[in-house]
């Protein structure tokens, strides 16, 4: 992912971030529209900020990626991007399966009807009771990422008279070529097992008790948005596979991860074909059942957080316009210095005359900023925006800092629309908390 300094070039405009976007269009009394629903009905009914996603985009990206892929790769919606029950719904509808990395997830998965044994837990510190409920389910594939995870699965699932469905995940020491923060294919990052030491754990998991290995995974990183990355980790893969067959292991699987990266700016991002392409370049004669687990692909260019503008401060070298929308709604401009598309939702106030200004929540962190430098019309309290992109790791990393409720999110299905999670309560923030008696009395 590039920072914000990253990039050339003049910052696209409003007009020109709208107009390379298909769902999104402006009508001249309406204001933005997403699928054909105005943004500002759902504004004005649920207030801001708020949480938009399209129903309609996530199902033809997912089709549009599943056609890549047919007779290729099966693919397992990384849940962490976002865990919605409408979005997991939707894609467990379409036939995915899901990539879970908790206990939780794994339950909401669950819940949205996602069949155990089309589901997939990652993670590198997976604890006793989740790899114990997850056996007990009878999940579909376990990747396990160290030797001391393989001994404490093997001794689970011999205790529980189970046989725990093993994949290895591999450290190929690939740069995914994205951001320090979302990189995890280098050998310093704590993902992974190290490739050299690999076929001697492979072996351990075809003798150890309680585990049946069904072949490797690979995760190199997140909003990868070129090919050579993809092709040198599985080219690796592809290696290894040989290798561990010709000493007479079976390996029947590879699990590729995630980390299409999609356009937040004006980058190339990877196309399907261009993913599909490289899986059968480096893996096409090996005879494995392949799986993808993509989460931001799916599910970023879905979604928008809505916002409106609480006031213009004055400043210099720019004024400050401040939202109600802050760093607890959309982290990752002030976590990873990602770039996200603001337009405004008024028609007229997109065509205006650009003057250059500084986005900004309300949190006491001066890393509360969602924009430096950025070309939008003039904007006034009350004036509202939508922050594109924020489909993928937006409403799941929100927080509450500051006592900020949870913001409302809404799904859009062609010209319908529906709440599909209220604005938090005031008194929901401090729900389950309770002073002590010792505290009640002193003073
Ligand atoms: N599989 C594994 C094992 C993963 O760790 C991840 C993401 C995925 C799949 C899905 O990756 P995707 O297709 O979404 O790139 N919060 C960061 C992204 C963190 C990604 C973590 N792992 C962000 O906002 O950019």
């Given at each position: 992912?590039?920072?914000?300094?990253?990039?050339?070039g003049?910052?696209p405009?409003?007009?020109?971030?709208i107009?390379?976007?298909p769902?999104f269009?402006y009508?001249?009394?309406d204001g933005?529209?997403?699928?054909?629903?105005?943004?500002n009905?759902?504004?004005?009914?649920?207030?801001?900020?708020?949480?938009?996603?399209?129903?309609?985009?996530?199902?033809?990206?997912?089709?549009?990626?599943?056609?890549a892929?047919?007779?290729?790769?099966?693919i397992?919606?990384?849940?962490?991007?976002?865990d919605?029950?409408a979005v997991?719904?939707?894609?467990?509808?379409?036939?995915?399966?899901?990539?879970?990395?908790?206990?939780?997830?794994?339950?909401?998965?669950?819940?949205?009807?996602?069949?155990?044994?089309?589901?997939?837990f990652?993670?590198v510190?997976?604890?006793?009771a989740?790899?114990?409920c997850?056996?007990a389910?009878?999940?579909?594939q376990?990747?396990?990422e160290?030797?001391?995870?393989?001994?404490?699965?093997?001794?689970?699932a011999?205790?529980?008279?189970?046989e725990?469905p093993?994949v290895?995940?591999?450290?190929?020491d690939?740069?995914a070529?994205?951001?320090?923060?979302?990189?995890?294919?280098?050998r310093?990052?704590?993902f992974?097992?190290?490739?050299?030491?690999?076929p001697?754990?492979?072996?351990e998991?075809?003798?150890?008790?309680?585990?049946?290995?069904l072949?490797?995974?690979?995760?190199?990183?997140?909003?990868?948005?070129e090919?050579?990355p993809?092709?040198?980790?599985?080219?690796r893969?592809?290696?290894?596979?040989?290798?561990?067959?010709?000493?007479?292991?079976?390996?029947?699987r590879?699990?590729?991860?995630?980390?299409l990266?999609?356009a937040?700016r004006?980058?190339a991002?990877?196309?399907?074909?261009?993913?599909?392409?490289v899986?059968?370049?480096t893996?096409?004669?090996l005879?494995?059942d392949?799986?993808i687990?993509?989460?931001?692909w799916?599910?970023?260019?879905?979604?928008?957080?809505?916002a409106?503008?609480?006031?213009?401060k004055?400043?210099?070298?720019?004024?400050?316009?401040?939202?109600?929308?802050?760093?607890?709604d959309?982290?990752?401009?002030?976590?990873?210095?990602?770039?996200?598309?603001?337009?405004?939702?008024a028609?007229k106030d997109?065509?205006?005359?650009?003057?250059?200004?500084d986005?900004v929540?309300?949190v006491?962190e001066?890393?509360?900023?969602?924009?430096?430098?950025r070309?939008?019309?003039?904007?006034?309290?009350?004036?509202?925006?939508?922050?594109?992109?924020a489909?993928?790791?937006?409403?799941?990393?929100?927080s509450t800092?500051?006592?900020r409720?949870?913001?409302a999110?809404?799904m859009?299905?062609g010209?319908?629309?529906?709440v599909?999670?209220?604005?938090?309560r005031?008194?929901?923030?401090?729900?389950g908390?309770?002073v002590?008696?010792?505290i009640?009395?002193?003073?």
């Open positions: 992912m590039a920072a914000d300094n990253d990039f050339s003049p910052d405009t409003p007009a020109d971030l107009a390379a976007r769902p269009s009508h001249a009394m933005l529209l997403l699928e054909g629903v105005a943004l009905a759902i504004a004005d009914s649920l207030g801001t900020p708020t949480w938009v996603y399209a129903a309609g985009v996530m199902r033809a990206r997912y089709r549009a990626l599943a056609a892929l047919a007779g290729l790769a099966a397992h919606y990384a849940v962490k991007a976002n919605h029950l997991l719904r939707l894609f467990a509808s379409l036939g995915a399966g899901a990539d879970v990395v908790s206990g939780g997830e794994l339950a909401r998965a669950r819940r949205a009807g996602i069949a155990p044994g089309r589901i997939i990652s993670g510190g997976k604890t006793a989740e790899l114990r997850a056996l389910a009878g999940i579909g376990i990747n396990v160290s030797a001391e995870e393989l001994a404490m699965l093997s001794a689970i011999s205790d529980m008279g189970r725990a093993v290895l995940r591999v450290n190929p690939i740069d070529k994205t951001h320090p923060k979302i990189t995890t294919g280098l310093g990052n704590k992974g097992i190290p490739f050299d030491a690999v001697a754990l492979y072996a998991a075809a003798r150890l008790p309680g585990l049946r290995p072949g490797l995974a690979v995760h190199i990183g997140s909003q990868i948005t090919a050579g993809y092709r040198a980790a599985l080219t893969l592809a290696g290894l596979v040989r290798d561990l067959r010709a000493t007479g292991l079976p390996v029947t590879l699990d590729c991860g995630g980390g990266g999609i937040y004006d980058e991002a990877l196309a399907p074909a261009v993913l599909a392409g899986l059968r370049a893996l096409g004669g005879d494995l392949l799986v687990e993509p989460g931001r799916l599910v970023g260019p879905a979604g928008v957080l809505l409106s503008v609480v006031l213009v004055n400043a210099a070298p720019r004024p400050f316009v401040v939202l109600d929308a802050a760093m607890n959309l982290l990752r401009p002030a976590l990873y210095e990602a770039w996200h598309g603001i337009v405004p939702l028609a997109a065509k205006a005359p650009p003057i250059a200004v986005i929540g309300p006491c001066s890393g509360d900023s969602f924009a430096t430098d070309p939008l019309p003039p904007l006034v309290p009350g004036s509202r925006v939508a922050i594109l992109e489909g993928a790791y937006g409403a799941v990393m929100s800092y500051n006592a409720p949870l913001a999110a809404a859009i299905d010209a319908q629309w529906a599909i999670r209220p604005r938090q005031e008194d929901d923030l401090w729900r908390e309770s002590p008696p010792f009640e009395a002193s003073g």
